[in-house]
């Protein structure tokens, strides 16, 4: 069956750097791109931006372009999400899930907790 | 604000049917980009409703329904349960953001 599991939760000061992986397991990796989505506490989805597995080819929401970095390692099945320079506005739930861009997403990570504080 | 615009909530009483619209513009759903649809129950991962505008992936009860036309879509949900009390979010493809957007999401209530 198609899992996804992420890191645990993190707590970071202001200006801080946060890397959550997302490893994958029950289907051929590189045969699906990968998406990150983030929930403010209370809030909306917000897409942060889809990597290809198959050939590292990154689409970032514009918002977010210069400050998150999406890789994967195929040999580990594991995909990361990289996001520099954290402020309170980037306290959130981030979530990794297969697929997106126009297609849907249909299998999510249970989500990590990034808490930015000082 | 949302590039893709859902009421804030939604309610019905068990057995009824409602209706939950998602309206966008000419560069996502009027660009004829796919609307899927995603359940989130408190305190979980989302989960993916509706696909393709109309698909309803295995498993999901056909009490779900979703529909497109136009610049907007709508999910219906019919013999509304206890349990489909949930935040509800419509999504698709924006060509002027070269990416994808989001509803503001909708709260559903069941009396």
């Known amino acids: 069956q198609v899992q996804l599991v992420q890191s645990g939760a993190e707590v970071k000061k202001p200006g801080a750097s946060v890397k959550v992986s997302c490893k994958a397991s029950?289907?051929?990796?590189?045969?699906?791109?990968l998406s990150w989505v983030r929930q403010a506490p209370g809030q909306g989805l917000e897409w942060m931006g889809w990597?290809?597995?198959?050939?590292?080819?990154?689409n970032y929401a514009q918002k977010l372009q210069g400050r998150v970095t999406m890789t994967t390692d195929t040999s580990t099945y594991t995909a990361y999400m990289d996001l520099r320079s954290l402020t309170s506005d980037d306290t959130a739930v981030y979530y990794c899930?297969?697929?997106?861009?126009?297609?849907?997403?249909?299998?999510w990570g249970q989500g990590t907790l990034v808490t930015v504080s000082s | 604000q949302s590039v893709l615009t859902q009421p804030p909530s939604v309610s019905g009483a068990p057995g009824q049917r409602v209706t939950i619209s998602c309206t966008g513009s000419?560069?996502?759903?009027?660009?004829?980009?796919?609307v899927h649809w995603y359940q989130q129950l408190p305190g979980t991962a989302p989960k993916l409703l509706i696909y393709?505008?109309?698909n309803g992936p295995s498993g999901v009860p056909d009490r779900f329904s979703g529909s497109k036309s136009g610049t907007s879509a709508s999910l219906a949900i019919t013999g509304l349960q206890a349990e489909d009390e949930a935040d509800y979010y419509c999504?698709?493809?924006?060509?002027?953001?070269?990416?994808?957007?989001f509803g503001g999401g909708t709260k559903l209530t069941v009396l």
């Open positions: 999504q698709s493809y924006d060509s002027s953001l070269s990416g994808v957007v």
């Open positions: 029950g289907y051929t990796f590189t045969s699906y791109g």
């Open positions: 990597i290809s597995p198959y050939n590292g080819d990154t």
């Open positions: 393709g505008n109309s």
């Open positions: 000419s560069s996502n759903i009027g660009a004829d980009y796919d």
């Open positions: 899930a297969r697929g997106g861009g126009i297609p849907g997403m249909d299998y």
